[in-house]
């Protein structure tokens, strides 16, 4: 009787159970603590996702010479170059890849025993400025801090464990309480406008649910690279013959697949994973509205002496 009176709970009025207001607890203090992990490997990890595009739009490589245009010999570039970095030491010359002729030339210089690369117009003779500038330094920077969090390879992908252990119970507890009961179940799968609740809230259901895959994914896959001899054995214990060659890991394929952004090869998924990818971004702020109006303000009113 008290099991089917805590089943029809559950199923009617979810929010008077015991074990979900624990459960609040526990999401809400994750996403307090945990919130400026999650929004720095979110904002980081698009910055993964937008190297290539970086390199192609700030990386000063291509040259259009005219179709008249005739190419310096080698040493016809070694000897301009020469002049135009004066005071500068000619480490290494790498002409344009299979003379294309739309591919500015890698000139590697030194100088007071620092190393300095810059792309060399192959047809004018003119400087194009350093391989890597500052944007590209940056997203390099960033995607340094989603896989390590600068700290190292070993030390950095194990914090990036424990997070993506800790961001898949902040997921799965969240798939547990957006369920809000029979007579509202619907709630959750769009934003209506009309709905009692809030729009940060409507928001940060309706994300939460619909990328749940995507944070599973990435949660599982992080902790996977910062503990693969636990996944190992994990995996080995599922597996009910290891003799045979088969592995019950499909699924950790699949999720390193997701994690890494790749389904698709065409611009526009990449461009569609860059998107998905401050998902966590939106999905935190909004917890953070929520949570900021209905407790700190509520609770800032109670104790205000008007």
């Known amino acids: 009787m008290i099991l089917m009176n805590t089943w029809q709970r559950a199923l009617l009025a979810p929010q008077t159970l015991w074990f979900r207001k624990l459960l609040f607890q526990i999401h809400l203090w994750l996403g307090i603590g945990?919130?400026?992990?999650?929004?720095?490997?979110?904002?980081?990890?698009?910055?993964?996702?937008?190297?290539?595009?970086?390199?192609?739009?700030?990386?000063?490589?291509?040259?259009?010479?005219?179709?008249?245009?005739?190419?310096?010999?080698?040493?016809?570039?070694?000897?301009?170059?020469?002049?135009?970095?004066?005071g500068y030491e000619i480490g290494y010359t790498f002409p344009s890849p299979l003379g294309e002729r739309n591919h500015a030339t890698y000139i590697v210089l030194n100088k007071d025993g620092k190393i300095y690369s810059h792309y060399f117009n192959q047809f004018t003779g003119e400087d194009l400025g350093i391989t890597n500038?500052?944007?590209?330094?940056?997203?390099?920077?960033l995607a340094n801090v989603h896989a390590e969090l600068t700290l190292g390879r070993r030390l950095g992908r194990q914090v990036n464990g424990v997070g993506g252990l800790l961001f898949v119970l902040m997921s799965l507890s969240g798939l547990v309480l957006w369920w809000q009961g029979r007579a509202r179940w619907y709630e959750g799968f769009v934003i209506l406008p009309k709905s009692k609740r809030g729009l940060m809230w409507q928001l940060h259901?309706?994300?939460g649910f619909w990328s749940l895959l995507l944070m599973l994914a990435w949660g599982v896959s992080g902790f996977q690279l910062g503990f693969p001899v636990i996944v190992d054995h994990l995996v080995d214990w599922l597996d009910n013959d290891l003799t045979d060659g088969h592995r019950p890991n499909s699924w950790l394929h699949f999720f390193?697949?997701?994690?890494?952004?790749?389904?698709?090869?065409?611009?526009?998924?990449?461009?569609?994973?860059?998107?998905?990818?401050?998902?966590?971004?939106?999905?935190?702020?909004?917890?953070?509205?929520?949570?900021?109006?209905r407790v700190v303000l509520k609770r800032v009113k109670r104790t205000s002496p008007g």
């Open 256 to 293: 390193r697949s997701v994690h890494f952004a790749r389904f698709g090869e065409t611009a526009l998924t990449r461009w569609l994973w860059i998107l998905a990818s401050f998902l966590p971004t939106l999905i935190l702020v909004s917890g953070v509205v929520v949570w900021w109006k």
């Open 205 to 207: 259901s309706f994300l």
């Open 133 to 141: 500038p500052w944007p590209v330094k940056t997203v390099e920077w």
């Open 34 to 86: 945990f919130g400026f992990y999650v929004l720095l490997i979110s904002l980081s990890g698009s910055a993964l996702l937008l190297k290539s595009p970086f390199y192609s739009w700030f990386e000063p490589k291509n040259i259009n010479p005219p179709a008249d245009a005739v190419m310096m010999t080698d040493d016809e570039i070694a000897r301009k170059a020469a002049e135009v970095y004066a």
